[in-house]
């Protein structure tokens, strides 16, 4: 799902292409993915659409887009795996292919994931899932779907236990390694200071696949939270920034912008908003803040990555497991019911605590990466016939 407007998920792309261009300069580079014009732009490779069919793109009447999608659906089977037998190696970079924490249809995305590996197994082509998250999963279909996916790669790593547990519980075996996120591999940019200014990071929530008979109501609630935090701050004299992640949040933005608007007893000027179109730009945005509250799991991650004290609104476990591994594990709060006084508490308390925070962040910022790199080196012997790497580093995730 790169190129399709989310930070995360083209991040974890510009983590592996950079790995790639590095160690392995001569490699030809190709990506099947659901934005196939923005990744050949941003990183100059071939790219191939994902999706012959897409609803953003056709609107005819309802009995020409059902057949629409039918023929798509063997259409885009057959071109997938003629697409996987035309490579040596494919290389699933990060993202949460095997995770159902948003709304999922078993035969759109997840079987996608799952003819990955077989087109893999018949055609002899070494597939591999890096660095990628899953979750419990209690819908049969998408549950049996995942599993053969992940049973039928040449090679796995989860970007955390949590990940690597779930699979387990799916009844998939194996010595699989654990390692942090792609984006502790990227590079931090320059930015500038912005004193005084709190990130708040929306998202544009609804639940997960199991919440769709209330997802308006978890949507709501979530909204008005935010709306609320961002008063609180503003009503403190306090300059806000919001931070997205992916393009539908920005339908959030206009709400709350539009709420401070009205409102005669707030400055709609100290409330700033500036989309972004790479992780790079999101960085140098939370680069110049002095504290964030965060939603969407990679604006919680880039924060932390970048030593800021952080509160996350969490949508599922994996944010919660990532604050208590970064050693924030007390500052988060469930999306779905944000209690904004314990919120505005929580974020005065990581800025008290900035000082002590600040480097025991950057420290295991830097473990991570150091982490990756040793992957890297795993990944190299494993798959593109590279020497065997020396032991992983102390303190690598495991």
């Known amino acids: 799902m790169f190129g399709g407007g989310n930070l995360g998920n083209d991040g974890c792309l510009e983590a592996v292409v950079a790995y ?34 897409s609803e953003r793109e056709r609107r005819p009447v309802l009995p020409v887009r059902v057949g629409l999608k039918a023929v798509g659906k063997v259409r885009d089977a057959l071109r997938l795996v003629r697409w996987v037998r035309r490579q040596d190696v ?4 990060g993202t949460g292919i095997l995770e159902n924490t948003l709304p999922l249809r078993p035969w759109g995305f997840p079987f996608s994931v799952f003819l990955l590996g077989l087109s893999g197994r018949l055609a002899g082509t070494k597939v591999a899932m890096i660095n990628v998250g899953a979750n419990t999963v209690e ?25 690597r547990d779930a699979v387990l519980a799916m009844g998939v075996g194996g010595a699989d390694e654990v390692y942090p996120d792609l984006a502790f591999a990227l590079p931090v940019p320059p930015a500038e200071a912005e004193p005084g200014t709190v990130g708040v990071g929306l998202m544009d929530f609804h639940g997960g696949t ?25 009503a403190e004299g306090r300059r806000v920034r919001l931070l997205t992640g992916d393009e539908p949040d920005q339908g959030v933005v206009a709400e709350i912008v539009e709420d401070v608007r009205a409102r005669s007893d707030l400055d709609p000027s100290a409330l700033v908003f500036e ?19 965060a939603t969407r799991y990679h604006n919680v991650l880039c924060s932390l990555k970048l030593a800021k004290p952080t509160v996350a609104v969490c949508y599922s476990a994996k944010g919660e497991r990532l604050m208590a591994e970064m050693g ?20 005065h308390e990581v800025e008290r605590r900035a000082e002590r925070i600040r480097p025991v962040l950057a420290e ?35």
């Open 20 to 53: 790639l261009r590095e160690r392995h300069p001569d490699a030809e580079l190709a990506c099947l993915c659901s934005g196939p014009e923005v990744v050949s732009a941003r990183f100059g490779i071939r790219a191939t659409p994902l999706y012959w069919y």
């Open 90 to 93: 494919v290389l699933v970079p």
């Open 139 to 163: 819908q049969r279909s998408l549950r049996s779907l995942f599993r053969w996916a992940a049973r039928l790669v040449h090679y796995r790593s989860f970007r955390d236990q949590l990940s």
């Open 210 to 234: 199991g919440e769709r008979h209330r997802a308006e109501d978890i949507h709501t609630s979530y909204v008005e939270g935010m709306k609320q935090l961002v008063r609180r701050l503003l």
């Open 275 to 293: 989309p972004v179109a790479t992780v790079g730009e999101l960085m140098a945005q939370i680069a110049g803040l002095d504290a964030v509250v």
């Open 328 to 347: 924030l594990g007390e500052y988060c709060q469930d999306a779905r019911a944000v209690d904004v006084d314990l919120l505005v508490e929580q974020l």
């Open 364 to 398: 295991r910022a830097a473990v991570n990466a150091a982490a990756l790199d040793h992957q890297y080196e795993v990944l190299s012997s494993t798959l593109l016939g590279a020497p065997v790497p020396a032991a992983a580093p102390a303190g690598r995730a495991s």
